[in-house]
């Protein structure tokens, strides 16, 4: 009898030392869980600053392209007014010569 309530009382330590361990592996299954969710939020998040910076690198380079288009018009722009400057003093000049 001795034997059989030793096994018993074993059998039932057995049990209780499984059910912790089941607990211990769902708490672990559980934080695994939240890991993977923080996870997938970062991923997002990831891809949320991905696609922020491939719209931001466009826009630089649309007004990269708006720059060098304003740039070469302020040169001609510059170039025009030097003509009529020069067109200027010519005028003037013959006007001295002419009306002298």
């Known amino acids: 009898m001795k034997?059989?309530?030793r096994i018993v009382e074993l059998l039932a330590e057995m049990l209780k030392g499984q059910d912790k361990l089941t607990d211990r592996?769902?708490?672990?299954?559980?934080?695994q869980d939240r890991l993977t969710d923080q996870v997938t939020e970062v991923v997002k998040g990831?891809?949320?600053l991905t696609?922020?910076?491939t719209q931001m690198k466009k826009e630089?380079?649309?007004q990269?392209?708006?720059l060098a288009e304003n740039s070469r018009a302020i040169l001609k722009l510059a170039d025009e007014i030097r003509l009529v400057a020069e067109h200027e003093k010519r005028i003037s000049k013959l006007e001295l010569t002419v009306f002298k």
Do not use: A
């Open 51 to 53: 696609n922020e910076v």
């Open 3 to 5: 034997n059989e309530d």
């Open 46 to 48: 990831q891809d949320r």
């Open 25 to 31: 592996v769902t708490e672990v299954v559980k934080g």
């Open 64 to 66: 990269s392209l708006q």
């Open 60 to 62: 630089m380079f649309k």
